[in-house]
């Protein structure tokens, strides 16, 4: 059994996935549009949608992620879930939280804990909220 976590970006989803290519090294498994299903699109998306992400699967290290852009309505809005990213070092934590906070907020600086020597949060630029935290 697995679970993995599905990211509805709301119309945003290429943009998401380039901005975490760049800040997390992300990398596209699986990608298909909503003009590549062969059903009828209009129950899915707009006839303008038609080139946003339907589906795609996406690995960032050893964890991958599901997106997509649903009915590409609006922003995203993800509330009541972090993301959790653990890195081995206090360099990759700050590398990380700083590529995550760009056009983002922090919600809590990126400081040492009693459980970890760096520990952060931040909401990215799409209202993600990521907790960053280096493994003792």
């Known amino acids: 059994m697995q679970i ?8 945003r989803c290429d943009e998401a996935v380039e901005f975490y290519q760049n800040a997390l090294g992300a990398e596209v498994t699986m990608l298909m549009r909503f003009k590549d299903n062969p059903e009828p699109q209009a129950a899915m998306c707009a006839p303008t949608a038609e080139d946003k992400v339907m589906h795609m699967s996406f690995r960032i290290g050893d964890t991958t992620l599901l997106a997509s852009d649903g009915r590409a309505t609006g922003e995203p809005n993800f509330q009541g879930i972090s993301l959790s990213l653990t890195v081995p070092t206090d360099a990759e934590a700050k590398k990380r939280f700083d590529a995550l906070a760009d056009g ?3 919600q809590m600086p990126l400081a040492k804990t009693f459980f970890s020597s760096n520990f952060g949060m931040v909401a990215d630029r799409f209202g993600l909220s990521w907790m960053v935290y280096v493994a003792p």
């Open 4 to 11: 993995q976590p599905y990211l509805n970006f709301n119309g």
């Open 104 to 106: 983002g907020e922090v």
